[in-house]
């Protein structure tokens, strides 16, 4: 029936998601290796797979589609779970151990099975390599072998009410694998399969948690110096009279937020990862469902110890860039503000000027209209005289001097409204 509905082009995709990297059912004695790896900026996310393909060839095992996310082979000796990602690349090794040695349970190790060649080839940076032994015994009160873990840094905790018992001390050892010991007490390979995972993942994500305090700490001078940068600014803002001393402290104030900006656009993917993996290392720590053994601090209890305040300055850190970007954003805005009125007191004064020698600039146009009225009525009462003057006007009884006397008005008037009417038509059309 479902063949007939139009599908969502990703619902078989979100559909697998929930079961993608799944579990794998463990049966102790078991050697686990873990690595995660993070590809170098600008590198092929698809090397890891090409590269597990040639893996795949040497032992004649059907290589992974390009692509994948996720890998499970068996090459014999060996088995090997890839996943995919988002930012790294993680490779599970997992070896059965025939012969547990008593006082060392890391004597045998999945990743010594692994062609070393192959191994060191590995595409990307090593953040995170950790041994895992699981290895069956009869009760939880049995104490790791001594010099398996350092005294003063030993975690340990009875897991999933009874089924299981871990202990570590998260510290890197000879060969630079840190080393979980998982004791197997209930014999279920698909809880000590999940068990297993948990440990490798809290390892896992706890670290890439941790990659978020290293730019922290560097950020913290920094923003230090900006802090101090600003609240001098500010102190100086109340002093500024001048708008030119105004403008070169919204230069500097604008410098400066761009500044803080920048630090919080390099900052904040790294800061959001952390505080994700952390929350991750969270839920991983509660699906062991810990019970204190011996006295000893619970896995969860060690972390948070340890992981939670480095998690606190990374947030820390987080919230001063915030506050500081808030700061300097009001700053900014409160000198804009005033600048913005001292230019517009500036501007008003300007028009005030421009009004004023507008106004003598009419005063003047009106006194030189007048001039020309009177200059142009001269003009034409000259021609007029010229051409009356030849006129008998003798025998009407009246003189010339007379006849030009009463055109001066009238030439006046008519020179003074055509020049109106001419101002009226050009403030018109301008």
């Given at each position: 029936m479902i063949q007939h509905l139009p599908p969502h082009p990703q619902r078989d995709r979100l559909t697998g998601e929930l079961h993608a990297r799944p579990p794998l059912p463990l049966a102790a004695p078991v050697a686990i290796s873990r690595l995660a790896l993070v590809g170098e900026p600008g590198s092929d996310r698809g090397a890891a797979v090409a590269h597990l393909a040639l893996l795949c060839q040497r032992y004649g095992v059907t290589p992974p589609a390009a692509g994948a996310d996720f890998v499970l082979a068996d090459f014999g000796g060996f088995r090997l779970r890839y996943e995919r990602h988002t930012e790294f690349d993680g490779w599970t090794f997992l070896r059965p151990i025939f012969e547990p040695e008593a006082d060392d349970p890391f004597a045998t190790t999945a990743i010594a099975a692994v062609p070393r060649d192959w191994l060191s080839a590995l595409p990307g940076l090593t953040l995170v390599a950790a041994h895992i032994a699981v290895l069956p015994t009869a009760g939880e009160d049995e104490p790791p072998p001594p010099g398996c873990f350092a005294p003063d840094n030993l975690a340990?905790?009875?897991?999933?009410?009874?089924?299981?018992?871990?202990?570590?001390?998260?510290r890197s050892g000879p060969d630079g694998f840190t080393r979980i010991l998982l004791q197997d007490h209930a014999r279920n390979a698909s809880l000590t399969g999940r068990l297993a995972q948990a440990l490798w993942e809290i390892e896992t994500y706890r670290m890439f948690a941790l990659l978020a305090l290293p730019p922290a700490r560097a950020a913290s001078p920094e923003l230090a110096r900006a802090s101090e940068r600003l609240a001098a600014l500010t102190t100086r803002l109340s002093g500024l009279e001048e708008l030119d001393a105004e403008r070169e402290a919204l230069e500097e104030l604008t410098e400066l937020a761009t500044g803080i900006e920048q630090l919080a656009a390099a900052t904040a993917d790294r800061f959001s990862a952390g505080q994700a993996y952390h929350a991750?290392?969270?839920?991983?720590?509660?699906?062991?469902?810990?019970?204190?053994?011996?006295?000893?601090?619970?896995?969860?209890?060690?972390?948070?110890?340890?992981?939670?305040?480095?998690?606190a300055t990374v947030e820390a850190t987080r919230a001063r860039i915030a506050s500081l970007s808030v700061r300097c954003g009001r700053a900014v805005d409160l000198l804009r503000a005033r600048v913005a009125v001292a230019q517009e007191a500036q501007t008003q004064k300007l028009l005030a000027a421009m009004a004023e020698t507008g106004r003598a600039q009419l005063r003047l146009q009106e006194t030189v209209e007048g001039l020309s009225v009177a200059g142009i009525s001269y003009y034409v009462l000259s021609l007029a005289g010229y051409a009356l003057k030849p006129l008998p006007w003798g025998l009407a009884g009246v003189g010339v001097d007379h006849v030009l006397a009463l055109?001066?008005?009238?030439?006046?008037?008519?020179?003074?409204?055509?020049m109106r009417r001419q101002r009226r038509q050009a403030a018109a059309t301008g």
């Open positions: 340990g905790a009875t897991l999933s009410g009874g089924a299981a018992t871990a202990w570590t001390d998260f991750l290392v969270g839920r991983r720590l509660l699906v062991l469902r810990e019970t204190r053994l011996h006295g000893l601090p619970t896995l969860a209890e060690y972390l948070e110890r340890r992981l939670d305040p480095a998690m055109l001066v008005p009238l030439v006046a008037a008519l020179v003074w409204l055509r």
